[in-house]
T-cell receptor
Framework: NAGVTQTPKFQVLKTGQSMTLQCAQDMNHEYMSWYRQDPGMGLRLIHYSVGAGITDQGEVPNGYNVSRSTTEDFPLRLLSAAPSQTSVYFC???????????FGPGTRLTVT | RKEVEQDPGPFNVPEGATVAFNCTYSNSASQSFFWYRQDCRKEPKLLMSVYSSGNEDGRFTAQLNRASQYISLLIRDSKLSDSATYLCVVNTYNAGNMLTFGGGTRLMVKP
């Protein structure tokens, strides 16, 4: 049981490039979410999904897209990377929204 | 005003000390409360849920004061391994009942 996995662990992008952060979970959780963590800001919700085919915006969705075609996968797409998107990105899943969330190990992204 | 506010610390305490963290939240409709622990450069993990009547898990005690909208975490007999950042978390009804995280309080336990 791998839990929540994220790839890549580290990534450096140039401004304007696009990329997809991968997230997968093997716990059959309905809820999945993406957060970014910046120093002094805590974790901020980017997008979330309450089930396959259903996604919605969180607190800081601009510049990011998501889709949820399967229960297991919830990729996060950066459309045109900007230095302000330099952050640590965490994917999480839970059985229900306001209950224990299981986090992946994170992706450290630097945009130059 | 942030939805969930915490003193960022750091709290520097000797081994064996008792230390307490507080957290305030702004949404009076919040129903679910948690403390998460995050080690340096790692992902957050659930430490404990916080119940209205207060709850204890070994050396850790969590309290909720709904009237004042604050949550506390008490750690007794601190260990070196308790050194981490402690995140106060509440649910957010306006975002699919997802969770809102405080900025975290850093604890450093010294020998």
């Amino acid at each position: 049981n791998a839990g929540v996995t994220q790839t890549p662990k580290f990534q450096v992008l140039k401004t304007g490039q696009s990329m997809t952060l991968q997230c997968a979970q093997d716990m059959n959780h309905e809820y999945m979410s993406w957060y970014r963590q910046d120093p002094g800001m805590g974790l901020r919700l980017i997008h979330y999904s309450v089930g396959a085919g259903i996604t919605d915006q969180g607190e800081v969705p601009n510049g990011y897209n998501v889709s949820r075609s399967t229960t297991e996968d919830f990729p996060l797409r950066l459309l045109s990377a900007a230095p302000s998107q330099t952050s640590v990105y965490f994917c999480a899943s839970s059985d229900r929204g306001a209950y224990e969330q299981y986090f992946g190990p994170g992706t450290r992204l630097t945009v130059t | 005003r942030k939805e969930v506010e915490q003193d960022p610390g750091p709290f520097n305490v000797p081994e064996g000390a008792t230390v307490a963290f507080n957290c305030t939240y702004s949404n009076s409709a919040s129903q679910s409360f948690f403390w998460y622990r995050q080690d340096c450069r790692k992902e957050p993990k659930l430490l404990m849920s916080v119940y209205s009547s207060g709850n204890e898990d070994g050396r850790f005690t969590a309290q909720l004061n709904r009237a004042s909208q604050y949550i506390s975490l008490l750690i007794r007999d601190s260990k070196l391994s308790d050194s981490a950042t402690y995140l106060c978390v509440v649910n957010t009804y306006n975002a699919g009942n997802m969770l809102t995280f405080g900025g975290g309080t850093r604890l450093m336990v010294k020998p």
